[in-house]
């Protein structure tokens, strides 16, 4: 079985070009149909190839469904990077990682439609069996965190308190993004966090 830092390692390797627009072909069926009505044909057809082509790149569907989530996933740590680097006052960048990291998975488009339209595959992976999934995002996030604290003075704060934290409300939000914290407006998630998530773990004093 991978471990958290193995898979963790292949979300944050650098994608390839090779085989994108078969990876997005095969997105784009996800999304019109689901996983569970998708056929390879289906892919196939989109992607230009035939079916044994494809085939011979994945031998299942199953496969295929993990390579586009890897590669949801390293497109997630790619925006996260991105905006995270267009802030530069260390106290706003924490800040910008929670925000980030909330409002770009609670906004994903291949997980809203799941949970809508196939939640018997999605939900258990999300809630009874969704160890391996926080994990890897509290690892990812602990790795951000010190790499903040290692190049910024910030108020010293433990990392993976921190990132279990932010991991764990990110997670909630996806499955039930309806509620009273902003995922729609930045500012006034930026705000949330500032007033509410960096007090709870002891950051009072970033602003």
Known sequence: MPTVSSILARILEKPGADGEKLLDSALSAFLDFGIKRTSMGEIAKRAGISPATLYRRYESKNELVEAVGVREAQRYVTDIDERVRAV???????????????????????????????????????????????????????????????????????????????????????????GLIPLDDAAAGREFARRTLLPMVGLRDIG
Not at 92 to 114: C, D, G, K, P, Y
Not at 135 to 143: F, M, N
Not at 159 to 175: G, I, Q, T
């Open 88 to 178: 530069t006052e260390p106290g706003e960048q924490l800040i910008e990682i929670f925000v980030a990291f909330v409002t770009t998975i609670a906004s994903n488009e291949l997980l809203r439609r799941l949970l809508s339209t196939e939640p018997e595959i999605i939900l258990p992976r999300l809630t009874t069996e969704a160890g391996p999934i926080l994990a890897i995002g509290r690892a990812y996030l602990a790795e951000k965190l010190r790499e903040l604290q290692d190049s910024a003075p910030v108020p010293e704060f433990d990392p993976d308190l921190v990132a279990e934290v932010m991991a764990r409300l990110a997670l909630s939000l996806a499955l039930t993004p309806d």
